[in-house]
């Protein structure tokens, strides 16, 4: 039987999600995360929000374990904002837009693993048309990749890397999985800030990037039937 204190507990978190969420400005964050994983710099931007105001938003969100923030793989410097779903989750809150009817296009740099895993994963999920795409395209998929592929019975769906120029086309929607590559494209797309697994080299790294790759797509497909 639950103790009184383990009842509280979730009661008190909700309470403190729901006091976050009660804010115009908290509001126009989380919003304006749905499309993505941003820096603050470009977040502050988009909103029209000064640098103070919107670090006191940041904070208070990630206090109520709604946001949290990841370093930048490409540049040191730099950070990004990411928005904890489950925790939206659980306050009722599925801030996922609908799945686009497009096709899906992942764009990374090298277009040798995070793209195409996450264009392998998405296809396979959703039944939907996906395809990846590099802005410096690697000579070969890297073996690490393939194996990881193999070993989840994903089948991935190019045979080489090919680039954004070859790729693209007026109506996809853009999602690119690198932090090099959401610096080298143009606005307008979508940004998941994912690891690069061929900077480590290890099957631990390749599994970690699949698994956070199918934890986004599921999430997208989780929330987008809370909307029917």
Partial sequence: MATESSQVRPLQWRAAGHAA????????VVDRLEVGDVSPGDLAAALGMSSNLLAHHLKVLEAAGLVRRLPSESDGRRTYVRLVPEALAALGRFP??????????????????????AAAVWANR??????????????????????????????????????TAEVLVDDDVIITVCDSADREMAVGHRHWSVPDPVRVGTPAAFEQALADLTGRIEGWVQAASHRR
Avoid: K, M, Y
């Fill in 21 to 28: 969420l009660s804010d115009v400005g908290r509001l126009r």
């Fill in 96 to 117: 996922t837009p609908p799945l686009p009817a497009q096709r899906v296009v992942f764009v990374c740099s090298g277009n040798s693993a995070r793209s195409q895993l």
């Fill in 126 to 163: 959703t039944g939907r048309a996906a395809s990846s795409a590099g802005t410096r395209p690697a000579a070969r998929i890297h073996p690490g990749t393939v194996r990881v592929a193999r070993r989840h019975g994903l089948p991935l769906l190019a045979e080489r890397p090919a680039a």
